[in-house]
């Protein structure tokens, strides 16, 4: 079982998961400083100077619904998913077109079944004539 296990997480693609993790995660954090560094003290100030991180709905002295939090985390997942976009679509376009099969340079012939090339209008082997 153990050999098992080291054969799984020798994979490439586990490593490769387990880099994208840790990227990931660094990233969300310079996402979440974007966010609550550089974007919302400009939304607050032309909002006049509100700080959604400190709204809240208090049902009581204890107990409070922090909708503003919630604000700031959606306004972060559509700058996260913005930007993964533009790297995608960046990548795609990096990608290098794939190209189009090739048209087959030779045919069989109906009479010997050699191949022969796709203009010959004669078969070299067995000399019958060929259809274009």
Partial sequence: ???EFKEFAMRGS???MAVGIIIG???GTIVTSLVADIIMPPIGM???QVDFSSLAIHLSDTVAIGYGK???SVISFLIVAFC???IIRGMNRM???EAAPAEPATKDCPFCA???PIKAVRCPHCTSELKK
């Fill in 46 to 48: 032309l909002l006049g």
């Fill in 114 to 116: 050699m191949a022969v």
């Fill in 14 to 16: 586990v490593l490769d």
């Fill in 95 to 97: 990608k290098k077109a």
């Fill in 25 to 27: 995660a660094a990233f």
């Fill in 84 to 86: 993964l976009f533009l």
């Fill in 1 to 3: 079982m153990l050999k």
């Fill in 70 to 72: 919630f604000i700031n």
